[in-house]
């Protein structure tokens, strides 16, 4: 068989989602490499298969806690997704959204270390990037479709960070509101989200009364 060629590749890669959940990230690593060298060195290139293996390459980095080196993989994707893809693509929100995970999750980092303004910088950059996922998905995807309620309850948790409640509360509502159609009043699903936005207006309650305020 042919270094280059495509069933090698493909069973690089099943190998690798094996050993990825088998939780053995090392050897999945090496296995999405492999693929990624496998399908660079091909004879006509596939750009989308390579931006699927740096998406392969970014999700064990992200697994393993190494969010530098999963952003670059997560951005390598993304170059390739925006030169070969329509505009509002759903993989573009997907790829927009997995960039603005590790950046939230690199801003956490950061707060932990007191790195304040790394820590704003990170979440603004992440903010940035799940309002693009919400935007493609909003012009994409159903008006009620389960994908926009994470995609706002990820905004909202992203706000309630940065102690933007107000904000925290109004996408926490649209989460709700659209969880009630796409999952049903009773669903789990749904239950969650209204949960988390119960806890963001006591959140909000308990600072406007420490900060002397009271509703009228």
Do not use: W
């Not at 303004?117 to 008006?143: D, F, G, M």
């Not at 102690?163 to 996408?171: P, T």
Request: net charge neutral; aromatic share 8%.
């Amino acid at each position: 068989m042919s270094p280059t060629d495509s069933r090698l590749s493909s069973t690089y890669s099943n190998i690798g989602g094996i050993f990825k959940e088998l939780n053995r990230l090392d050897v999945a690593l090496q296995c999405y490499q492999c693929v990624l060298k496998i399908d660079l060195g091909m004879p006509e290139p596939n750009p989308l298969e390579i931006a699927i293996d740096y998406n392969n390459i970014g999700s064990v980095f992200d697994e393993q806690g190494k969010y530098s080196e999963a952003l670059h993989s997560y951005k390598e994707a993304l170059e390739i997704k925006l030169d070969y893809l329509p505009p509002h693509h759903s993989s573009l929100a997907t790829t927009y959204s997995n960039i603005a995970l590790i950046l939230r999750k690199m801003g956490s980092e950061a707060a932990e270390r007191h790195q304040y303004e790394s820590e704003r910088s990170n979440y603004k950059e992440a903010l940035s990037h799940y309002e693009k996922a919400l935007n493609i998905q909003e012009k994409s995807l159903p008006t009620n479709h389960p994908s926009l309620v994470l995609t706002h309850y990820n905004i909202a948790r992203l706000y309630e960070m940065q102690k933007n409640e107000l904000k925290a509360i109004e996408h926490a509502e649209k989460a709700d509101d659209i969880a009630k159609v796409a999952f049903g009043m009773d669903h789990p699903e749904r239950k969650k989200r209204q949960n988390y936005l119960e806890e963001l207006e006591k959140k909000r309650s308990s600072l406007m009364r420490r900060a002397g305020i009271v509703r009228k």
